[in-house]
Structure formats: structure tokens, C-alpha cells
């Protein structure tokens, strides 16, 4: 594996996974921001010449290793499992099969467990529909969607990233590559007006306007390096870490050199949703040490209880 | 008009290996078989419930996960393909069910009145959920009785096990009031394994059983704890001890079906009847019934 591949990535988005941008912008003034938003992603997509769009989505999880969308022509109606009173979710994606199935090699090459998943019917999550269905929505150009493993942890989703590189870089496409998630993530457990949604909590939003202040610095590793605290902070416990700020820098550079854009923060049923968007630059706020260190191979959980003395 | 009744409970897990494995034509992959213990339990116990008289099959799904509030199926007929998200190389189903949905209106109202936040399901794209699918096309491979499918609500996530307790227990309550109003003789099911930690790599052959095991020890002991409670007929401690065992090996009792199901059923005080235990990619599964009914209740295992 060559340690000096630079695939050409250029720019990064990282959006809501919740519907109402797609099915019910009106509802309320912040779902119509995220939706502007959105539209202003897409319209940036367009006039880049992009080879692919590639979407790693929180709200694809998987238990075999990591699963990649490989059906050349994806096509179902979605319909969410809290929001479904909002409408069906129709789409038909052309994915990036080629680009599939490498991703698969690269990621196995570093040591990870991952299949393609290539099935008629299968069940594209609510967060890829909804961020595809906006900034792609002609299938103007190619996408490839990655699940997001529930037990993985930090090396497992660096490494992910990594082999993204790789795969970009062997086949010389030129990626917008998209993340869906939230930023602090409980939403309100009783169905709400949606004119009255806001942030679930003051330190919700404390949380949120931070990672955003790091987001429009362009401070992506420094982001990456505080995923477990943002993780204990404002996220459900639903999967063992929050992964997203991980895999984004691993796949665009492990460092903080980028022009970060934070187009919309708004609640999304509590949650906070916003669109940004980090394009790749020379200045950076600087380099740091580090408490996590780097990894390019994945070799496995280390049980300490499998040895009990250094040999 | 009779006051209804729960006739049954049924502890129904729902790892799509199992239905792959007994490769009916509803589901286009093809296996060698595997996972028997479970499958033949599951055999016997449709057997037992085709001599039972009942009107409906009530299931609680924790692959409808749902943060606000508890949802109900709420439309007549449901015909589409489940495809397991996880285990799509297994399980591309093709099913055509029907829905109590006087019943499933009944209990969304009743659970509303109890101030239990619900909500009706009538989008007709909506696709039920492989859970749902597994449990009830392996209790009832003839799907010739409605159902109701009852979310998952992520109490357990967004507060604590212990608040799921007290939720998913207040909810069977409401749905036992509602089918006792209802007239109607109903099957419960939580559709569930026990110990919920699977394994991230898969055998080339799934169904190749030499690779089949718990994922370590510690989930078959609490497991078999759990099974034994049942068989002595203390689902109240079963409950009781329910936060810690969920804790303990990331059971998929967190969805709170069981809960759900034991509570509506008043924590029975006699046996469970248990039908299989085994694996399916690390994960512990029990097939177990609880019948009120003294004369046919029997001690299966």
C-alpha cells in the first residue's frame, strides 16, 4: 500500500440525516435553511467536476465489518421509521460499482472485514436517501455509500478512511465526499409543533456551536482528536463512539488545513442539524501533538486479557 | 361480548439465519440448513400454538426503533421485500401480511389514555421490519392470523435500562386493557434473542455450524441464568434483574419486549415452557412460551 497516495478530494460536507429538509422544508423557518443549504451543496457538486460522491452515513449501521452499497442501480421507496407521517422517500441511485468493489479490496488490504452489498430492495437508510436525494438529485454523478460498523472504534473508522484514500487515489476519481450525521443528537421524545423544534438542551447547543467554531476554522483533526468527548457530551449511547469527525479526516487529511463553512445549524425534532463544508487549503490553525495516535493497519480488538505478561 | 384474553406469550427470537436456513419460497436465498435446535423448537412450538384458538398474533419489535413515542402498524395489508440491512446475503423476503388494525387502534389508544406517547403508522410504502417478519413467519409459516407490530421505543438509549422497565411495562399494561376490551384471544410476542454480542465476520458457508458459538462464556452463563428464572416461573425477577443482565451482555432485551410482554401478562408465577437455546453468530437465543392455561401447559425441555 503506498504511503504517499493523495487522492484529490474537493470538498467535504457534513449534514443532517432527519427527513424534514427533504419532505417537509416549510414546516419550519430552520428546516428551510437546512434545505437552502443543501441546495447550495448540490449547486457547488455541479459546477465541480467531481467523479464521485461518496456518503458515510451514521444512520447505516452494520454489524459484518463495513458494508458497501454496490447495486449499480438503486431503486425503492423509503419511508423513515419515526417520520413516516411525512411522506414516502422515492429514489433511484447510480452507484459507483467499480469504486465498490476496490473500496472492498483496500479496505481488506488494511486489514478490515467489509463486503459490497449488492442486493435489489436493500434498504438504503433515511440519511443516505435524504443527503443523496438533495445534492445529487439528477444522479449527475456517481455516489457509493458506506455503513458505519456499531462496534467499531477509532482504528477500525480511521482506517476506513484511509482505505477510501487509496481507493481514490489507485483509480484517480476526483470525490465530494459526504458524512451524515448529527451534531448533538437526542431529539425530543414526544411529537412536537414543528414551528416551536429547537435544541433539546442548553449544553446541546453549547456543544454544537463549538464543534461548529472548530468546523468554520477549518480545525477538522483537532475535531477528530475530540470525538470521545463529544461523543460522552451530547450524543445517545447508542453505538460505542462518535465516528464521523474520524473517518472524514482520515478519508481527507489528518490535519487542519481547510476553509470550514458552516452553512445552516438549526434543531431538527431537537437534534442539531447542520450543513458545512470543508474545502481543502494551504493555511492551517496549526499543528498539534496529539493525544490519539495515527494507525494505517487494523489488526484487530487488543485483549488484554489474552496475555498476561509480555513475552 | 367475552372479555378477551393473552392466551399465550411468546419469547420469539428473530435472527434471519433461522428462516434462511429453512428456505421457504418467500425468501430467495438458499441455505444447507443450520441453527436446528432453535428451528425445531420454533417447529414444535407452532405446532402447539395451531391447537390453540386465537384471533391474533400481537408482536413487539425491536427493529422498529422508534424515539418518539410507541407506533403501531395501522393500515389493513402490507405486501413488499424485507431485506435484513445486516444480513441481506440471508434474507430478501417476500411477504404479504394482514393487520388487526381495530385491535392495533385499540391499544394505541388505550396506551394514549395511560399517557404513553403513540402513534398510528399509515404511510402504505412503510416496510415491515425483518424482526417482525422472522418471529411471526416462524410461529405461524402459514401467516394465516393478523397481526399488530409494536415499536421499539429507545428508552433504554435515551434514558436507562431502568426507565425502559417501567415503560415498555406501563405500555403492556395499556395493551392487555386493550385486548381484554376487545373480546379478541391474542398472542403475544417479543421478538428477541437474549445476549445481543455478535460476531463481525461471518463464516463463508453461514450455516457452516462448526463455527457457530456464543461469543464468550460470560453471555451463556447470565443466559442460562435467565433461561432458569424462567423455568421456575419468576418473571418478576426476571424483570427485576433485567437492567443489570442488559448491561451485562448488551441483550437485545433492551428493545423491551420481554419487559413488554411479561408485564402484560401480569408476571406470570408458573414455568415458562422452553423449547430450544443456541447461537446465531455469537448472539444467545431462548424459544420459550408462557401458557396461562394449566391443562395444556407442558414441560417441554
Known amino acids: 500500500m503506498s504511503e504517499t497516495n493523495e487522492p484529490e478530494i474537493i470538498f467535504g460536507v457534513y449534514c443532517p440525516p432527519h427527513p424534514q429538509p427533504l419532505l417537509s422544508p416549510d414546516a419550519n423557518a430552520g428546516y428551510a435553511k437546512l434545505r437552502a443549504a443543501f441546495d447550495e451543496c448540490r449547486r457547488r457538486i455541479e459546477e465541480s467536476d467531481a467523479d464521485i460522491i461518496l456518503v458515510y452515513s451514521t444512520t447505516w449501521a452494520s454489524i459484518i465489518g463495513h458494508q458497501i452499497q454496490a447495486l449499480e442501480n438503486a431503486v425503492w421507496t423509503h419511508v423513515d421509521d419515526d417520520f413516516h407521517y411525512l411522506g414516502s422517500m422515492p429514489y433511484n441511485f447510480a452507484i459507483d460499482t467499480e469504486f465498490a468493489h476496490a473500496m472492498k479490496e483496500n479496505s481488506e488490504k488494511r486489514g478490515l472485514e467489509a463486503r459490497t452489498v449488492e442486493y435489489e430492495g436493500f434498504p438504503i437508510d433515511t440519511g443516505s436517501v435524504v443527503a443523496l436525494q438533495l445534492l445529487n438529485p439528477d444522479n449527475r454523478i456517481p455516489s457509493c455509500i458506506l455503513s458505519s460498523n456499531m462496534y467499531s472504534n477509532r482504528a477500525e473508522t480511521i482506517v476506513l478512511g484511509k482505505a477510501v484514500r487509496d481507493t481514490l487515489a489507485q483509480q484517480g476519481k476526483k470525490a465530494v465526499v459526504v458524512v451524515v450525521s448529527s451534531l448533538s443528537n437526542r431529539m425530543f421524545t414526544e411529537h412536537i409543533d414543528p414551528a416551536e423544534d429547537r435544541i433539546h438542551s442548553q449544553k446541546d447547543d453549547d456543544w454544537n456551536h463549538k464543534i461548529l467554531e472548530f468546523f468554520g476554522d477549518g480545525r477538522l483533526e483537532d475535531l477528530s482528536q475530540l470525538s470521545r468527548d463529544i461523543h460522552g457530551q451530547i450524543r445517545v449511547q447508542k453505538v460505542v463512539a462518535y465516528k464521523p469527525a474520524w473517518w472524514l479526516a482520515a478519508t481527507m487529511g489528518q490535519h487542519n488545513n481547510y476553509d470550514g463553512e458552516v452553512l445552516a445549524y438549526e434543531a431538527l425534532h431537537g437534534s442539531g442539524g447542520a450543513v458545512i463544508t470543508l474545502t481543502p487549503a494551504s493555511g492551517s490553525v496549526g499543528d498539534k501533538e496529539f493525544d490519539e495516535d495515527d494507525v494505517e493497519f487494523y489488526r484487530g480488538d487488543r485483549n488484554v486479557l489474552d496475555r498476561g505478561m509480555l513475552e | ?301
Not at chain 2, 433492551?254 to 443456541?278: H, N, S, T, V
Open chain 2, 1 to 301: 361480548m367475552a372479555k378477551g384474553q393473552i392466551v399465550a406469550g411468546c419469547l420469539a427470537p428473530h435472527p434471519p439465519h433461522l428462516v434462511y436456513a429453512d428456505n421457504p419460497p418467500q425468501n430467495e436465498a438458499y441455505s444447507e440448513g443450520g441453527w436446528e435446535t432453535l428451528r425445531w423448537g420454533y417447529q414444535r412450538l407452532a405446532r402447539k400454538l395451531k391447537n390453540i384458538e386465537y384471533d391474533a398474533i400481537v408482536i413487539f419489535t425491536p427493529h422498529w426503533q422508534t424515539y418518539i413515542g410507541t407506533h403501531f402498524l395501522g393500515l389493513p395489508q402490507f405486501k413488499s421485500k424485507s431485506v435484513d440491512p445486516v444480513f441481506p446475503n440471508l434474507f430478501r423476503y417476500n411477504y404479504d401480511l394482514t393487520v388487526d388494525v381495530d385491535l392495533a387502534q385499540a391499544m394505541h389508544d388505550e396506551a394514549h389514555a395511560q399517557g404513553i406517547i403513540t402513534k398510528m403508522m399509515t404511510n402504505p410504502d412503510f416496510r415491515v421490519d425483518y424482526g417482525t417478519i422472522t418471529s411471526c413467519h416462524l410461529l405461524n409459516p402459514e401467516w394465516d392470523k393478523p397481526i399488530v407490530t409494536i415499536s421499539s421505543n429507545r428508552n433504554t438509549h435515551y434514558y436507562s435500562p431502568e426507565v425502559m422497565v417501567e415503560q415498555a411495562t406501563a405500555l403492556g399494561r395499556a395493551c392487555a386493557k386493550a385486548i381484554e376490551e376487545s373480546g379478541k384471544r391474542v398472542v403475544l410476542v417479543a421478538s428477541h434473542s437474549l445476549s445481543h454480542r455478535h460476531f463481525v465476520e461471518e463464516a463463508p458457508l453461514p450455516e457452516d455450524m462448526s463455527r457457530e458459538h456464543i461469543y464468550n462464556h460470560s453471555q451463556y452463563v447470565w443466559d442460562m441464568k435467565i433461561i432458569d428464572m424462567m423455568r421456575e416461573g419468576k418473571s418478576r425477577e426476571v424483570i427485576d434483574i433485567m437492567p443489570e443482565f442488559t448491561e451485562q451482555t448488551m441483550a437485545e432485551t433492551e428493545g423491551g419486549g420481554l419487559i413488554w410482554m411479561l408485564g402484560a401478562m401480569g408476571y406470570p408465577k408458573f414455568p415458562a415452557e422452553i423449547y430450544g437455546y443456541q447461537s446465531v453468530i455469537g448472539t444467545g437465543n431462548v424459544v420459550a412460551c408462557w401458557d396461562p392455561n394449566d391443562e395444556t401447559r407442558e414441560h417441554v425441555l
